[in-house]
């Protein structure tokens, strides 16, 4: 008879739950491409019938019977200009049916001109973008130069989390650049060294020095409270917070330069934002579940009320 074969090893339970926690990571990334996909299909179609007005406007401007839809046009034209800019900064992601079908609806009535007769049963519709927000609210982040995208690339790269190498990060990335998309970069390569150099007990890897809230935290808590209207800031600057969270005696400090607050500043300015909810949350349940007394106080001073399971 051969040998019994051994039976395999069962995982910890941290690496099952390092496992667990890049599936989720996995997943939420590919949930994100769907989401911009479909923002991205919703923005050109947007776009489209923007094209399709401001035609049928320029034709109707030359032809003295269309003359009286000139103006009509010419608001919905500024209506549809808003809607771009919304989906474009993020504050939508879908187009609502109903305004989508108005749309629709209204610039179907110009397909084959604008004769005196359609005067009479011409609907203008302009009741169709009651969930469109007014483009005063609306929060859109500049357009990264070439320069900026040079210095993303070089935040991409980014390895070395040595202290002084990290004070370099600091000086040159956060303190030093005046771009939301910089400070998004560069919020985003810290939450992934934390993730990468946070052993599976906890610990934080050797060579990693430079990975300290006490240091770290005042930058991005600078970055945070910045570019509070910018979601995908906030949503970076929670998952650092996370980060520092569940990486052994981090925890303090980063309540000490206002973690917790920054974290509810960042769910409560994007409630309509799931991302930024979702890792808002993570970080807060992060939070709890290493909290002692002295830093439970100083989350509930701050606003989160989870418990320490």
Known sequence: MGRPKAKPKAKSSASVSKNDEADAEAAAQAAARAVWKKRKEETQWAQTQLSTLSSQREAATNSQAGAWIVESHQW??????????????????????GMR?????????????????????????????????????????????????????EIKAWVDVEPEPMDQFLTTFLYGSASAGVHEAALARLGGLLFQHTLENGKRAAGAEGLKASSLMPAVAGAMRKYLRDAEVQRRGCAVIRGFALMDGQLTPMLQEGGATLAVGA?????????????????????????EPMDLQMMKEAGVHHERN
């Open 267 to 291: 769910v409560n300015a994007h409630p309509r934002v799931p991302d930024v909810v979702k890792t808002g949350t993570a970080a807060m349940e992060a939070m709890a579940s290493k909290a």
């Open 101 to 153: 079908e108005g749309i629709e609806s209204y610039a179907s009535q110009g397909a084959n001109g604008f004769a005196d007769d359609l005067r009479s049963v011409f609907n203008d519709h302009r009741d169709i973008y009651i969930e469109l927000p007014e483009v005063e609210s609306v929060y859109f982040r500049p357009p990264e130069t070439s320069g900026s995208m040079c210095v993303i690339e």
């Open 76 to 97: 919905h034209e500024a209506k549809l200009a808003t809607l771009v800019k919304c989906l474009e900064g993020k504050l939508m992601d879908v187009i609502p049916q």
